[in-house]
């Protein structure tokens, strides 16, 4: 049976203001890969996420998820599919940003339930189950009636990772998710992830984690100037012939 591809991009294109961030980039993933994408800063991967989860709007290209297209290019500019379409475009997707980005007057367990209850219309009754169901898994179980400034940056983040999967997600996004924890933590969100992608959870993560992007990734994307450079396995980018990706990844092996 051949791999259902879950997003597919063609030839996307951002600027902000008259700096094109994001120039050209075609992309595919398919179910239960997890695709790490690497570079300096100010290549453009947190662009090309956030255009990917439509909180910026492309200025060329496709956007595609499972087939049902949310953006397209008309006429040399981008039109995107009429808002109840994107709705559900939506919730193939999860999106855990660097900063944790929880509802701070929440506790932990309204800042989980509350987007199935509203987006998929479940009951408080079957949300909370299934945030019971993620706290246990990511080992925060004691913290539900907790709230945010009372939790660690790890604990932090495994909640917005838990508020992610609640609306079980199809693909989830990562921009950087360990950028904003000390080293001690960073250890507790990766290990989450590394559980999910035994799990055959399809990922798309921006890191500088560079020894976990090449334990974790089936594929790994090398961008710089808003362009992929380079993109293969883990032994194709780790041991490549590029100078640049060489030298980018040597000062975090040094």
């Known amino acids: 049976m051949e791999e259902q591809v879950l997003l597919t991009i063609n030839h996307m294109s951002k600027s902000f203001d008259s700096e094109e961030v994001i ?25 090309l996420l956030r255009c990917a989860t439509m909180l ?37 997707f999860g999106l855990v940003f660097q900063n944790f980005n929880l509802f701070p007057h929440y506790s932990v367990m309204k800042n989980i339930i509350d987007a199935p ?16 169901k993620l706290l246990a898994q990511l080992g925060l179980s004691d913290k539900a009636d907790a709230y945010p400034y009372q939790l660690s940056g790890g604990q932090q983040q495994r909640v917005s990772i838990a508020r992610a999967l609640a609306l079980q997600p199809k693909i989830l996004f990562f921009d950087e998710p360990t950028s904003a924890l000390d080293p001690e933590l960073t250890g507790e969100v990766l290990k989450v ?15 500088h984690e560079m020894q976990f992007a090449r334990e974790l990734s089936d594929r790994i994307i090398f961008m710089e100037q808003g362009i992929i450079q380079a993109e293969g396995t883990p032994e194709e980018i780790f041991h490549s012939d590029n100078e640049r990706v060489r030298e980018f990844i040597g000062k975090f092996q040094a």
């Open 23 to 47: 120039k050209d980039i075609s992309l595919s993933v398919k179910r239960g890969e997890v695709v790490s994408i690497i570079g300096p800063s100010g290549s453009g991967k947190s662009t």
């Open 56 to 92: 910026e709007k492309m200025d060329r290209g496709d956007l595609i998820y499972l087939g049902e297209p949310a953006a397209w290019e008309e006429g040399g500019k981008c039109v995107y599919a009429p808002k109840a379409k994107l709705r559900e475009i939506h919730k193939n």
């Open 117 to 132: 209850m509203t987006v998929e219309k479940i009951s408080k009754a079957e949300a909370t189950e299934r945030a019971e």
């Open 193 to 207: 992830i590394k559980e999910l992608a035994k799990e055959h959870m399809t990922m798309i993560i921006v890191t």
